[in-house]
């Protein structure tokens, strides 16, 4: 119904900065919120940031003045612009919207298959 499908994880050293993209696609009715979450090895998947319709974001507290949400709304893509990256950032990040498709009309979680991202010391 929706599908999406991240662009733009790799490997990086420490300091340095990656750009991970997100397409929408499908039978997409409307996009609701849109966000980035990341899971490292052994650890449980964490919300990164949010982003809202109308544009409002929110951050995970270990991202925040380092990372930056935005989306575009024309096209269904969210980004997420990472600067100073540390190796704790290292983990498969995954985009999720919250969306309606057109053929059931209601709301529905939707996940990426996750891009990684590795930062080496």
């Known amino acids: 119904q929706v599908q999406l499908v991240e662009s733009g994880g790799g490997l990086v050293q420490a300091g340095g900065s990656l750009r991970l993209s997100c397409a929408a696609s499908?039978?997409?009715?409307?996009?609701?919120?849109m966000a980035w979450y990341r899971q490292g090895p052994g650890k449980e998947r964490e919300l990164v940031a949010f982003?809202?319709?109308?544009?409002?974001?929110n951050y995970a507290d270990s991202v925040k003045g380092r990372f930056t949400i935005s989306r575009d709304n024309a096209k269904n893509m969210v980004y997420l612009q990472m600067n100073s990256l540390m190796p704790d950032d290292s983990a498969v990040y995954y985009c999720?919207?919250?969306?309606?498709?057109?053929?059931?009309?209601?709301?529905?979680?939707?996940w990426g298959q996750g891009t990684q991202v590795t930062v080496s010391p």
């Open positions: 999720n919207v919250v969306a309606v498709s057109t053929y059931t009309l209601r709301q529905s979680n939707y």
């Open positions: 499908g039978s997409i009715f409307r996009i609701d919120d």
């Open positions: 982003i809202t319709s109308g544009g409002s974001t």
